[in-house]
């Protein structure tokens, strides 16, 4: 009620100070909420359970801290690592227990008392070093930052990989492109339907010297993942400019605090490396806090693990140089102030900005193309009244161009066409053939395609993606043809020309027009000429001409004899 507890953001490049408004303002919109549980508290809650602590008496725990507090001083003089600060801590415990638990002494403390005295004093001693002296037990001041290492391009296969290190925290993070249709579909209750970017977050046991077995995702795994991915999103680009889907990967290698902040900088790395033009680039630092009952108060700029578990707070702030994209806060104190909080952020602000800066040292902006084994994805529009064309029956035309490709093909419900591939010779392919269907075909034009079918009265073209027409066996050559077969096969070429489409969109095609250098007027009156003398009906009439012969000894001597199976 007094103060923030805990924070979970999600911001798009919100600067500092309007950030630090907008949580004021949602810790005094949440008021009349606080007012009403505590108003459901009185009425009908029940007496909270009473918890004893065990812990070792005072004097125990007065001896243990004299008995310590020189030697632990020491230890602390000089900048330890991780496993120099626990190797040691764990050296100076064991001395004590050994001077405390006496073999045989009846009188002497239990060993886990002596344990538990030692932490405490631990506790106490790390904690004024920091707020007495600045003084962390790494030998850095509240505002340092540990060293930092920047790798991209790590993996020739990956689309993008970044390796970022800072002090004993090692994060590489890949990023994998995909085509739109691999997106990932959601199945809730949300609006939103999939999600073209993704991140996920893993923490391996070896990258804190442990052996475990492997499971699933933990928790903390995937609420690392959901923070990292809350950062980034900002500056993924819109579909609309970078049509792929987007896979981050993060393994933390090593972990000696803020792994979550290390994927946000790997992964803008790996991103950067992949080619993705993200609108700005992301860095990302988590913040700690020291207080004491006198309201004395430190905060600490990039805390490693042994500052989060003795220190109050653990505070994770990400955004890029306007401003901040994500935020999670959570404490062990019974509140943190606004001004507590203003200064987290401006020193966070600090911080970013020269990680940031070293990020940039490997790499300055986002590579201008795409790694090689990346797909290329090519935009296409067409008529959303030709989707069905492309498509085809059951999924067929499409299933085939893809194949015949090599490419991956999604469709819009507004008629955009993706084209996926890493073969750019079958995209510019399959970007020629999808771009066919916005063409419509025009009387008098000639065109070059394949035999899809062959019947006995003429042959079937394609024209474009979906458009077959009809060549009579009357029109496949300037000489007479006794069969279609003696002119073409299936998946012959022929070059014919667009002589009449009629009302129902059945288009007739005339190859020997373009043998003869005919127009299409022309071909239409040679196609015409036996049904105006009462000669021959083969050209004007499709299937009705030579494929069924002729009808003598019906009368209508003005129709000639019977003619031969697959006359003219």
Known sequence: KDAILMVECGANEIPEDVMVAALELGHKSIQPLIDVQLK?????????????IVTANEELQKKVFDAVNGRMNELLDKPLSKVEFYGGMDELQAAIVAEFCVEGDANAPKVDDVKSAFSEAEHKIVRERILSMGKRPDGRTPTDIRPIWCEVGLSPRAHGSGLFTRGETQVLSFATLGTLGEAQELDNLSPIKDKRYMHHYSFPPFSTGEVKMLRGQSRREVGHGALAERALEPVIPAEESFPYTIRIVSEALASNGSTSMGSVCGSTLALMDAGVPIKAPVSGVAMGLITDDTGRYQILTDIQGTEDHLGDMDFKVAGTAQGITALQMDIKISGLSAQMMKEALAQAHTARMFIMEKMLEALPAARAELKPHAPRIITVKIPVDKIGALIGPGGKNIRALQEQTHTKIDIEEDGTVYIASTDAAGAAIAKEQVEGLSESVVVGNIYTGKVVRIEAFGAFVNLLPGVDGLVHISQLASERVNSVEDVCTMGDEL????????????????RQAVLEGWSAEEAREKDKG?????????????GRGGDRGGRGGRGGGDRGGRRPSGGQ
């Open 530 to 542: 036996g049904r105006n003398g009462g000669g021959s009906r083969g050209g004007d009439r499709g």
């Open 40 to 52: 459901m508290q009185a009425e009908i809650g029940k007496p909270k359970r009473a918890v004893t």
């Open 495 to 510: 070059t014919v020309m667009v002589t009449d489409i009629d009302p129902q969109g059945k288009i007739r095609l005339s």
